[in-house]
T-cell receptor
Framework: EAQVTQNPRYLITVTGKKLTVTCSQN?????MSWYRQDPGLGLRQIYY???????DKGDVPEGYKVSRKEKRNFPLILESPSPNQTSLYFC?????????FGQGTRLTVV | QKEVEQNSGPLSVPEGAIASLNCTYS??????FFWYRQYSGKSPELIMF????GDKEDGRFTAQLNKASQYVSLLIRDSQPSDSATYLC???????FGKGTRLHILP
């Protein structure tokens, strides 16, 4: 079954404690992307990757890091989370713009 | 910087009527356009895509593209309560989304 798997689904953490949200896809898609979704602000792109070892900033990259060492995985790293990074996060992979999304990670930073 | 604009709504439509959702985009070079549906608390899912000027129909859904005016629309015929959701317009590359329009179908 074609899918994008994100983990964890829910996470509560404290300010400054490094965390990683994993994302894996089994469709051999070259394009992968991370978004955050906040009420009234829609899906805002954090980082995207057009292929292995190729990553670019989206609209809201501050406070986030990513890596793309292999095609299937695209982890999102928060080196020092802050409360303003409390949000719903989605990973997506895409072929020709037709995207498949993970189930989302609801992150709360206290 | 590409931008995609949508009216946030909510758009209320009686059951059985036609719902019309609109989207404009800033990059005249954009070639491919997508409509995603997102139910509350769920992930977005693709419902339509269109590449050429004109209309594209798929069941109760019709996507319309006018590149000269830089707008894309989605028509939903015979609206059902299950169509109540947020509809997101998107363009590539990279894949970016509008803020979405909340659609509410009134029983």
């Amino acid at each position: 079954e074609a899918q994008v798997t994100q983990n964890p689904r829910y996470l509560i953490t404290v300010t400054g404690k490094k965390l990683t949200v994993t994302c894996s896809q089994n469709m051999n898609h070259e394009y992968m992307s991370w978004y955050r979704q906040d009420p009234g602000l829609g899906l805002r792109q954090i980082y995207y990757s057009m292929n292995v070892e190729v990553t670019d900033k989206g609209d809201v990259p501050e406070g986030y890091k990513v890596s793309r060492k292999e095609k299937r995985n695209f982890p999102l790293i928060l080196e020092s989370p802050s409360p303003n990074q409390t949000s719903l996060y989605f990973c997506a992979s895409s072929l020709s713009g037709r995207a498949f999304f993970g189930q989302g990670t609801r992150l709360t930073v206290v | 910087q590409k931008e995609v604009e949508q009216n946030s709504g909510p758009l209320s439509v009686p059951e059985g009527a036609i719902a019309s959702l609109n989207c404009t985009y800033s990059d005249r070079g954009s070639q491919s356009f997508f409509w995603y549906r997102q139910y509350s608390g769920k992930s977005p899912e693709l419902i339509m895509f269109i590449y050429s000027n004109g209309d594209k129909e798929d069941g109760r859904f019709t996507a319309q593209l006018n590149k000269a005016s830089q707008y894309v629309s989605l028509l939903i015929r015979d609206s059902q309560p299950s169509d109540s959701a947020t509809y997101l317009c998107a363009v590539i590359w990279p894949l970016i989304f509008g803020k979405g329009t909340r659609l509410h179908i009134l029983p």
